[in-house]
């Protein structure tokens, strides 16, 4: 992403030269130039951009609580303001330290954000997080929405507070958490939030959630809706075990089978254990063993609440095992519904979050394709031998979704589901 800057050096005066019938007389009528601004546009992770004021102005809005102006009567004040602008920021260089935002709320209208307009949330709200620029000038944008709220026709959240903060500005994420947020949700363009402030949320103990790059629009409940899936518990009758696990039937067919699904054949002793120790769960639902054709059912036609996906991937293609084979994420890639079943799938394959060898994770591929309105993944390798743990905990203990997961090493994605890309 590239920030523009744009300068404007002030209008030209202009003589209006005013002709009356009656006295044939002429007179003229002189506008002072207007104040030289600087002009700094980013794009914003949600759509549009966000552009930065600086310079000696004002923009006053009415004293109603609506708090709006009309676009034709910001484009007066602000000349060269870029089409896709959804939020400007004024920085009144008389007023240093002082800055005032105002928000798009269509094509015809902007409210200002200021915090005269808000009011208290009655319940614990949701911290809403997006990103604008890169690098040096990466900005993060905040809101604090109540969990009834709704949203505007361009999706930003009709209540705030609304607040701009640096990439250095980590410590204002503890303002925010004083106001106990049930639910964080995270949409970044392309990268995560800087380190210090991920860190600093995945340390406040609060749940949160990550929007992906690619979603297709950006809608405030949606993401809410498809974020608050992670709250429901793993009802044994309502989920789906998928397993890829590796079949070890014979001696000499078992190295053949881990050779074939591209596994080290030195650690069939720790392949076996893993088997072991999963059926001896006695989990109360079944595990399923993965076939093509019973993976590809499950994801375009299940409808369970949960599916667990449980596999080997290299980044190109996810093994079954068996005469299975396996299925490429291009194949995936032409796998979609055409309306996301309210439900979650969890994939349990190393970095399932992430682009290593593929331009796309998988849980990318599946939030695009709709086969899901929410996907945990992780972002690293994951350990095996840890899956009888997560599996049992959910399934048997009853715990927390999200915070389980979390606390195994995955991520929650969201994807926004208003349209979908053509494109895509």
Not at 334 to 360: E, K, Y
């Amino acid at each position: 992403m590239r920030k523009r800057t744009l300068v404007s050096l002030g209008l030209l005066t202009i003589a209006q030269v005013l002709t009356f019938e009656l006295t044939r007389a002429q007179s003229v009528e002189f506008s002072p130039p207007a104040p030289t601004m600087q002009m700094q546009v980013d794009p914003i992770s949600t759509g549009g951009s966000l552009v930065t004021i600086q310079a000696p102005i004002q923009i006053d809005l009415p004293s109603i609580d609506t708090q709006r102006i009309s676009d034709i009567s910001l484009k007066r004040i602000v000349p060269n303001l870029p089409a896709d602008a959804r939020v400007v920021e004024v920085k009144n260089t008389d007023q240093p330290g002082k800055s005032q935002v105002i928000i798009r709320d269509n094509a015809d209208e902007w409210r200002g954000a200021g915090p005269s307009s808000i009011q208290p949330a009655p319940q614990s709200p949701v911290l809403w997080l997006a990103t604008a620029g890169s690098e040096e000038d990466y900005k993060l944008l905040t809101q604090l929405v109540p969990p009834d709220s709704g949203q505007n026709s361009w999706g930003w959240p009709e209540v705030g507070p609304f607040a701009i903060h640096s990439a250095g500005d980590v410590g204002s994420l503890a303002a925010l958490f004083s106001d106990n947020p049930q639910l964080i949700i995270i949409n970044h363009h392309g990268q995560l939030l800087p380190r210090d402030w991920f860190q600093a949320i995945k340390n406040s103990g609060r749940p949160y959630a990550i929007v992906t790059r690619e979603s297709p629009n950006q809608d405030f409940l949606a993401a809410k809706s498809a974020a608050e899936l992670g709250d429901q518990g793993v009802r044994p009758d309502a989920v789906s075990i998928v397993s890829a696990l590796p079949k070890l039937d014979g001696w000499l067919s078992g190295y053949w089978e881990l050779y074939r699904m591209n596994l080290e054949i030195g650690q069939r002793d720790a392949w076996e254990k893993l088997l072991s120790n999963i059926k001896s769960e006695s989990l109360p639902a079944a595990i399923n063993e993965a076939t093509s054709e019973s993976l590809r059912n499950e994801l375009l036609y299940g409808n369970n609440d949960f599916v667990f996906v449980i596999a080997h991937n290299d980044g190109h293609f996810v093994y079954l095992p068996g005469s299975g084979g396996a299925i490429s994420y291009d194949e995936f890639l032409r796998t979609r519904r055409s309306d996301a079943p309210n439900r979650t799938i969890v994939l349990v394959t190393c970095n399932g979050g992430t682009r290593n060898a593929s331009p796309r994770s998988l849980a990318d591929i599946f939030l695009q394709n709709k086969l899901a309105k929410t996907v945990f993944a992780s972002q690293t390798d994951i350990d095996a031998n840890d899956v009888p743990a997560l599996l049992r905990e959910l399934l048997v203990g009853g715990e927390d979704t999200r915070d389980t997961l979390i606390r195994h090493g995955y991520f929650q994605f969201v994807i926004r589901l208003a349209w979908a890309n053509p494109d895509v």
